[in-house]
């Protein structure tokens, strides 16, 4: 039994025994047959298509959480408490809430209750595009600044005839998500010139200004709350954001975002069975993979982004070339970022040695020729490419007190790893 290797089972076991972390492909079955409180099919296909988002209640009552007495309410509602739990613990221990994709909960999850209702709407299916999120009003966070999930070339080509979408997202709430603990805001797509016609065609050249052009169309913005259970289901051309959580309120807001797609549109991670049932290794991959992805949004340390990197070759041939490629990419920019951030700090924002982090930049050297070598090409969105600052008061914000307090020893090196140590860990 190996609990001090992140590679191995049982170190998340270990980290989380309320959960499961199969070898092999997930085998929970704890909410087989469960759907959603919602309309029919038909019903949440006019609602996608004339606002571009629908959203859907809770399959059974929230249980009570930790800071209530009382007995769990159904064995739904009792899974989403222990995967909220397990992202509080992996904040304390310094790993991103992402790295909750090790746990077979969050996959059966997505195969029983999520995939079934996006299929039926969209024809859409998993990509793998996932992320666990959190944001701490204690330390005033936020969600992610308005963004559009995708931005086709052609986006009139992105949806299909009948006008139904080729990407969209399911974002589930694991606790109640409130406007005060940062709930989404969308703008719809009939108060949204560019939803279809593509942005920059606007007179203001700004997909906010053209939405929002005069005092009236900020009436237009939705505020989405979510009870524990709940989900809202949108495009990949909702301009969507999360607010900023109030520091007087005290739960954090923790969810779970399942992105789907036509493989014509976006080919996904995963493909054949183990796209079917993902065993342990592929897993904790994906996450790492993630993190490298979505690294200008959570600015990860040169020595985590060492972490993902190796966690993510150990089994890079097992996933599709174009999220291979996507990774490898993103990688070289994230060592450049982080070298950036680390010499505009004086260097003391890292404890990597010089000739440490001169090998990390070879092995992103190796990485972008193996990019280049499989075809360029990126998934691209608009997340607010000036955004400089990281999220340094978003989602899973650590203090510099709480980070200089991160239990290292959760981070020991395995025998075949170079480098594992503490990061200030950050998600959407």
């Not at 991103?96 to 299916?125: C, H, I, K």
Request: one cysteine or more; hydrophobic letters at 35%.
């Amino acid at each position: 039994m190996d609990v001090e290797d992140p590679n191995a089972p049982d170190f998340w076991r270990a980290l989380c025994p309320e959960l499961t972390v199969s070898d092999g492909g997930p085998v929970v079955r704890n909410v087989a047959g469960t759907t959603f409180v919602s309309p029919d099919v038909a019903t949440l296909q006019k609602r996608l298509g004339a606002h571009g988002y629908f959203t859907v209640q809770p399959p059974l009552p929230p249980v009570a959480s930790d800071r209530d007495a009382g007995p769990a309410d159904s064995v739904v509602s009792e899974t989403l408490e222990r995967l909220a739990r397990a992202v509080l613990k992996l904040k304390e221990v310094g790993w991103p809430s992402t790295f909750l994709l090790v746990y077979d909960e969050v996959w059966e999850l997505q195969r029983e209750l999520v995939t079934p209702l996006m299929t039926a709407v969209t024809g859409n299916l998993p990509n793998f595009d996932t992320l666990a999120i959190m944001v701490d009003p204690k330390h005033g966070g936020a969600g992610f600044t308005p963004h559009r999930d995708r931005q086709p070339p052609n986006v009139a080509a992105s949806f299909r005839p009948d006008g139904s979408p080729k990407y969209s997202t399911a974002w589930l709430a694991l606790r109640d998500v409130t406007p005060e603990n940062s709930c989404m805001y969308f703008i719809p797509r009939e108060a949204d010139p560019g939803y279809i016609a593509g942005d920059g065609t606007g007179p203001n050249d700004d997909m906010l200004r053209d939405a929002l052009s005069t005092k009236a169309r900020y009436q237009d913005i939705r505020a989405v709350p979510l009870q524990a259970g709940g989900a809202t289901f949108f495009t990949h051309r909702l301009i969507h954001w999360g607010s900023r959580a109030l520091d007087t309120c005290c739960d954090p807001r923790i969810a779970i975002t399942f992105a789907y797609s036509d493989p014509s549109f976006e080919a996904p991670a995963l493909e054949g069975a183990d796209a079917t049932s993902p065993e342990f290794v592929l897993r904790l991959g994906l996450a790492a993979g993630q993190m490298l992805i979505y690294h200008e949004r959570f600015e990860p340390s040169l020595e985590r982004l060492a972490v993902y990197n190796e966690m993510f070759k150990a089994v890079s041939e097992r996933f599709s070339q174009p999220y291979r490629r996507k990774v490898n990419l993103d990688f070289v920019a994230s060592v450049k970022d982080a070298e950036a951030r680390a010499e505009h700090h004086h260097a003391e924002s890292s404890s990597l040695h010089m000739d440490e982090g001169h090998d990390l930049i070879d092995v992103a050297a190796d990485a972008m020729l193996d990019a280049v070598l499989e075809g360029y090409g990126e998934f691209e969105d608009d997340y607010d490419d000036e955004h400089t600052g990281g999220l340094s008061h978003d989602e899973e914000n650590f203090t510099a007190e709480e980070t200089a307090t991160v239990d290292t020893t959760t981070l020991s090196n395995p025998p075949n790893k170079k480098r594992r140590v503490e990061e200030t860990a950050l998600c959407e």
